[in-house]
C-alpha cells in the first residue's frame, strides 16, 4: 500500500556530491510521481518554496547550507513536511540534535536501497496521517491549499495573526480542520506563567462559533462540499485550534 502511495509523491533530494546524486535520482525516479534536485540547502530552498514537494530528502553535510540550517529553514515554514537526512555514521550526534529541529527521519551512507525505501513508505504513512488519503480521493489537492490559502487571510484579518499552518483531514463523513501557531500577542500575554489559558480557550471557542456560517461557506466554496461545523476544540497551551464538521 505505501509503495503505491509513493508513486503519486513529488519528492525533493538535496546532495552535493554529483555521483551519489545521479545514481539516488535515478533509483528514486522510477518509484516515486516526480523528482526535484538540488545540489546544496540554499538551492533546496528555493525549490521547496517553488514546487512544495510532499516529502525532502536531504544530505547533511553541504556546502553554503548544510542540512540542518536548511531543515531549520524548512520547519520555519511548515512544521509537517516529512525531512529525511543522509548522514554518515560517526554523525549520530548531529542526527540526535536534529530531533529539536524537526527531522522526521534518517539513512545511513552508504545508502542501502531497500532502507532508503523502508523509511520513504514510512514517510508516506506520515502524510496519511497529516492530510489523510481518503479526503485527497475526494477533492483536488489544489482545492484543498485554496482553503487553507483562505482561512488564513481570513483569520488574519480577524485576528492580526494568521496561523502557521493548517491541517484539513476527512474521514468517512466527518472533516477536521486543525489550526496550529495562530495565538495572538495579546493571547501570549495572557498565557504568560501558564495563567488564563481556560479563558483564553473560551474566547478561542467563541470566536470560531461565531463565525461558524462564514466557515461552513469557505468549506462549501472551495471543496464543493457542504460540512457543518459540530465541535471546537481550542488548546491554547499547545497553540492548536480543532474544528470539526459533519457532512450534511
Not at 8 to 32: G, H, N
Not at 133 to 158: P, R, S
Request: glycine share 2%; proline share 2%.
Amino acid at each position: 500500500m505505501s509503495n503505491e502511495l509513493l508513486k503519486k509523491v513529488k519528492l525533493l533530494f538535496i546532495e552535493d556530491d554529483a555521483v551519489q546524486r545521479d545514481e539516488l535520482s535515478t533509483f528514486l525516479k522510477r518509484r516515486v510521481d516526480k523528482i526535484y534536485v538540488a545540489e546544496n540547502g540554499e538551492e533546496g530552498l528555493e525549490k521547496y518554496r517553488l514546487l512544495k514537494p510532499d516529502i525532502i530528502l536531504t544530505d547533511l553535510r553541504m556546502p553554503k547550507m548544510d542540512g540542518l540550517e536548511f531543515a531549520k529553514s524548512i520547519r520555519k515554514e511548515n512544521r509537517l513536511v516529512p525531512i529525511i537526512i543522509i548522514t554518515a555514521m560517526n554523525d549520530r550526534e548531529t542526527i540526535l540534535k536534529s530531533v529539536d529541529i524537526g527531522i522526521t527521519n534518517y539513512v545511513v551512507k552508504p545508502v542501502v536501497a531497500e532502507e532508503l525505501m523502508l523509511v520513504l513508505e514510512e514517510s508516506v504513512k506520515t502524510l496519511l496521517e497529516m492530510n489523510n488519503a481518503e479526503f485527497e480521493t475526494i477533492v483536488e489537492k489544489d482545492k484543498v491549499n485554496a482553503l487553507k490559502n483562505e482561512l488564513t487571510k481570513h483569520l488574519k484579518l480577524e485576528t492580526g495573526k494568521g496561523p502557521l499552518d493548517i491541517r484539513v483531514e476527512m474521514k468517512y463523513n466527518q472533516c477536521t480542520i486543525t489550526i496550529m501557531d495562530s495565538l495572538t500577542i495579546y493571547e501570549k500575554k495572557l498565557l504568560k506563567n501558564g495563567q488564563n489559558a481556560t479563558l483564553v480557550d473560551n474566547c478561542r471557542n467563541i470566536f470560531f462559533k461565531d463565525r461558524k456560517e462564514d466557515i461552513e461557506w469557505l468549506l462549501k466554496e472551495h471543496l464543493q462540499l457542504t460540512l457543518m461545523l459540530s465541535d471546537v476544540k481550542s488548546d491554547s497551551e499547545n497553540d492548536e485550534i480543532v474544528l470539526s464538521f459533519k457532512l450534511v
